[in-house]
């Protein structure tokens, strides 16, 4: 925020490029009226928030985190596409916390309705919504909407200043800005003159830039469209890139902290002689709810957490798995929070004799996001400001929370974002960061780097909802004639957003039935309430969110209605699709052919398949999997998913996979059980995930008939899980409601 002026003023260093002197251009126009975060200092001039042009050449600037998604390649491909330079010289930052960087497109999950069939109108009100976003300035990575926010919003940057560096040339060299061009970086005009963009860049600020740029058709892009070299990965693969647990300050301390295993409990003593008796330990910190230790290295102020005797007091919920799950389940005999679907009449239904009625009642257990690099983040307290540098998905709230537990204004608070080793909604939540600020203000001056043991940070997730659904259905003829879904669980929306604003949103939970009431389905009774579960223990965005158990139930039950119904399970949801929605049967059609679905597996071999519509993009997942001497071996895996427009093939592959294993992993061994009011898993051993050489193999199919740009960081993660249930289940002949898998299969890899 206010000290980002500061830093640019003294320099800012992005990798071994510095920009001073230089000029930042963006979209005018359209964002013309939001504060530019890139203060300009003596010698600099900046246009707006976007691009930045000094003597060493462009760099863009990504707004959102890099957490392996690909946000730091597809976003500046979009500016660089507009804006004419060459992807050999491109350099990439992330911008600071800011209004100018909000998502907008966040509140494309916004309003209750049907994703798939929004009208004209519907498209109209949540563009009107973005003026929420922009007011708070959420600058959030999440929802599968970086690039659907990015999609116009860069292009404009990139050729807004295209345009006003060729105004720039053209006061210059007197040449009517009709006749000159742009390549590479440079301004180019008759006669074989070139006018590099540094050398206009500061004329360029001065002007106006023209209000209405046309954007380039895509029979036109160099770079969209087509897979485009990383521009994260030398830094990556030669362990130059710095992740917030590589940050390095002079003079810095190492801390860790210890909070109740009770989540949310309190601290009734602790005893920290020992520790402080350990060569190295510094300090041990009191901090309410737990401790903190800081030492002269992390695994020093680990081995000394460890150390420190602490009594813990009881947890504020039911303090076994099994009573929680019992609550959820009570659930159901509430009245609903929504139902956001109900057509036809479900309950006056007549039945006859020939018609088949299903019912089910499946569970989901709780889930970490087991991020690969655990919590951490580094502060430095001075007492007029403080600095964060950490891999956050919300920079802006943890400027906010932190200044708020240290007593500072939130314009005295800089968060410096780093990459993330994983993410998956986990750093979206800012406790982290709020927990490093408290101890550095303990430590006035010298800044210290807060690390999290992996124990800790698994043991203190805000954790994907355990949930329970209760479905009912009708085949008559062959066809689903009704469906009827219940689903309960804690509500994500409702707690994470107080917890990071103050107050709950009301209304009915869109994101509490989502992957159930929204499905493409031409069901013509066809309803889902939706029953939420006051619970203390905390939950949060996980990769998918409500579509992550909502996918499961739903096309659990449809695989049971179609074996009901004596139909093929891909043939009986491709009826259903092909009634409601083109793109969504187009996707289970190209998963078929990808597969060779028969419908007849060899013997030993078990195929299920599963179709979710999430994140604006349907994904058709088939999965085959085969006996082992008795155990179940998951051998390969087909992915059919329709984006509107495929930015980068390359990445769009990489994320379906990555969401498919995500998947898959928690529905064949991940949980989190409680005992005493504790969490019971400590690690990896304790939460597994596949490995590279225990993964399926995996071939994806990217299809392009949506008139709209669809997510595809989540998507493939919801249709994973009921995909391999299903398989299980034609492998086996053994229904299995309950995940994971693993409690009832035993996989071999």
Request: hydrophobic residues 45%; charged residues 20%; proline residues 6%.
């Amino acid at each position: 925020m206010a000290n980002w002026g500061r830093i640019a003023r003294r320099t800012f260093l992005i990798g071994s490029a510095a920009i001073a002197g230089g000029v930042a251009f963006g979209v005018w126009q359209y964002r013309r009226e939001l504060p530019n975060p890139l203060e300009p200092g003596e010698g600099q001039a900046t246009l707006n928030p976007w691009i930045l042009i000094d003597q060493e050449g462009v760099t863009l600037i990504a707004a959102r985190a890099e957490m392996g998604q690909g946000v730091y390649t597809t976003l500046p491909a979009l500016i660089a596409e507009e804006l004419d330079v060459a992807w050999e010289d491109i350099r990439v930052m992330h911008g600071p916390a800011a209004q100018a960087y909000y998502n907008g497109a966040l509140m494309t999950h916004a309003l209750p309705v049907n994703d798939y069939e929004r009208t004209g109108f519907q498209d109209a009100m949540i563009e009107a919504l973005t003026i929420l976003p922009k007011t708070l300035g959420l600058q959030v990575t999440g929802g599968s909407t970086s690039t659907i926010d990015a999609y116009e919003k860069l292009r404009m940057a990139g050729a807004t200043a295209r345009e006003t560096l060729k105004q720039a040339a053209s006061e210059r060299l007197g040449i009517p800005v009709a006749n000159l061009a742009t390549r590479d970086g440079r301004v180019i005009a008759p006669g074989g003159i070139e006018v590099p963009y540094a050398d206009l860049g500061e004329t360029a600020a001065t002007m106006d830039p023209p209000r209405h740029v046309p954007l380039r058709p895509a029979s036109e892009w160099r770079y969209l469209g087509r897979a485009m070299p990383r521009t994260d990965m030398v830094a990556k693969v030669t362990g130059t890139a710095e992740f917030g647990i590589d940050v390095r300050l002079p003079g810095m301390k190492f801390a860790t902290v210890r909070m109740s295993p009770r989540l949310g409990g309190t601290m009734e003593s602790f005893d920290a002689t020992a520790a402080l008796a350990m060569p190295g330990v510094e300090r041990v910190i009191d901090l309410g709810t737990g401790i903190a230790v800081v030492a002269t290295n992390t695994w020093l102020a680990f081995r000394a957490a460890d150390a420190v005797e602490i009594a813990w007091g009881p947890a504020p919920y039911p303090e076994t798995g099994e009573a929680l799950l019992d609550a959820i389940r009570a659930s159901l005999d509430e009245a609903p929070n929504s139902t956001l679907r109900d057509d036809g009449d479900v309950d006056g239904m007549e039945i006859s004799g020939d018609d088949r009625v299903v019912e089910a009642e499946y569970t989901v257990p709780w889930l970490a996001h087991a991020t690969m690099e655990p919590m951490n983040a580094t502060a430095l307290f001075t007492g007029d400001a403080l600095e964060i540098w950490a891999g956050s998905q919300s920079p802006g709230f943890a400027e906010k929370a932190a200044a708020e537990a240290v007593g500072l204004d939130a314009d005295a608070v800089t968060c410096h974002v780093t990459y993330l080793g994983g993410g998956f909604g986990r750093r979206g939540e800012v406790d982290y960061a709020v927990l490093a600020a408290r101890v550095a203000a303990e430590m006035p001056g010298a800044p210290v780097q807060v690390t999290w043991s992996r124990e800790e940070d698994m043991r203190h997730d805000f954790y994907r909802p355990a949930a329970v659904a209760r479905m009912r259905g009708i085949i008559r003829g062959g066809f689903a004639q009704a469906l009827d879904g219940k689903v309960a669980a804690p509500s994500v929306t409702r707690q994470s957003t107080k917890r990071l604003s103050g107050t709950a949103p009301p209304g009915p939970d869109k994101g509490h039935v989502e992957g159930m009431f929204n499905q493409p389905y031409a069901i013509p009774n066809y309803r889902v309430t939706g029953h939420l579960t006051d619970l203390a223990v905390p939950v949060g965005f996980w990769r998918s969110v409500g579509n992550s158990f909502n996918g499961f139930f739903m096309e659990s039950f449809i695989d049971e209605m179609a074996r009901a119904a004596g139909r093929d399970p891909l043939a009986f949801r491709l009826d259903l699709a092909e009634r409601e929605h083109a793109p969504s049967a187009g996707v289970l059609e190209a998963v078929a052919q990808m597969s060779n679905w028969t419908g007849s597996p060899r013997r030993g071999v078990g195929r299920g398949v599963a179709m979710t519509y999430s994140f604006h993009t349907p994904v058709a997942v088939v999965v085959e999997v085969s006996d082992r001497d008795g155990d179940v071996s998951i051998d390969k895996a087909w992915v059919a998913c329709d984006v509107g427009t495929a930015l980068d093939p390359d990445i769009i592959r990489q994320q379906m996979e990555g969401g498919l294993v995500y998947g898959l992993s928690a529905a064949a061994m991940e949980e989190i059980t409680f005992a005493d009011g504790e969490v019971q898993q400590w690690n990896f051993p304790d939460y597994d995930a596949l490995r590279i050489h225990t993964c399926p193999e995996i071939e994806v199919r990217i299809l392009e008939t949506q008139d709209h740009l669809g997510g595809v960081g989540e998507p493939a993660t919801p249709p994973a899980m009921p995909a391999l249930a299903n398989a299980v289940y034609d492998l086996t002949g053994e229904r299995i409601r309950d995940l994971p898998l693993s409690r009832r299969v035993r996989f071999v890899f």
